[in-house]
């Protein structure tokens, strides 16, 4: 991982991948995603910017590698986002954090072996059972799968010497203006602020030329 470069890089394609994060939560507009902020911030930088949305609603982080990882390839990038893992702890009672590491193995290794210059990014998970409405057993089991979750995406990002965003501890994790109705996708104001440290890591620890901030 690189740290403290002068901004001097260009990316010429950017391609994002993930669940509804990335996708947008169904049944909303395919625009004002955090990935499309992060695109818009590098094509200032590079107009002939090639930009690529591969993330799904609503798919684990296993099926982020088998049908999002072959087409990312295909496209040769040199910019890659990866975020996903909260749907292995949502849409299971028992969440399987170790095929969350075991995917997210394979897609960072694939990518390093494939693409061994690509800048790679990826994020932790906010505590999803801060602004849902559950029941007792249902929280203890999200608010244990998500710490468990973000302790395996950290321990799998540095194995792979991939940057990683600090969603799970930043401050803005336990504000409700940065969640939508639903409590669980980001509102405008959180999806602007993710964008915007996705850029600030850009600048830092790739030396990656964008606009300075995310309008």
């Known amino acids: 991982m690189e740290t403290s470069r002068s901004e001097t890089r260009l990316v010429r394609r950017y ?28 094509r200032a930088a590079n107009p002939e910017l090639e930009y690529h949305n591969l993330g799904q609603a609503g798919v684990t982080t296993a099926e982020v590698a088998g049908a999002q990882l072959a087409p990312c390839l295909g496209l040769d990038p040199d910019l890659v986002t990866v975020v996903c893992g909260a749907n292995d702890v949502l849409l299971s009672v028992r969440p399987d954090i170790e095929a969350h590491a075991t995917s997210l193995d394979y897609i960072f ?6 693409l061994p210059d690509v800048a790679l990014m990826t994020a932790t998970t906010p505590q999803l059972a801060n602004h849902l409405d559950l029941r007792p057993r249902s929280r203890k089991r999200v ?29 803005g994790a336990r504000e ?10 980001p509102s405008s104001t959180g999806i602007r602020r993710a964008a915007g440290a996705g850029v600030a890591a850009l600048r830092q620890h790739f030396g990656i030329r964008t606009t300075q901030e995310v309008a």
């Open 109 to 114: 290794g694939k990518l390093r072996e494939r």
């Open 15 to 42: 391609v994002a991948l993930g669940d509804s994060f990335t996708a947008g939560a169904p049944g909303t507009p395919s625009e004002g995603r955090w990935p499309d902020y992060l695109a818009e911030a590098l």
């Open 143 to 171: 608010e244990e799968g998500v710490i468990r979750l973000n302790e395996a995406t950290r321990e799998v990002a540095l194995r792979h010497e991939v940057v990683c965003l600090e969603f799970a501890d930043h401050p």
């Open 176 to 185: 409700r203006e940065n969640f939508g109705a639903d409590g669980f996708h």
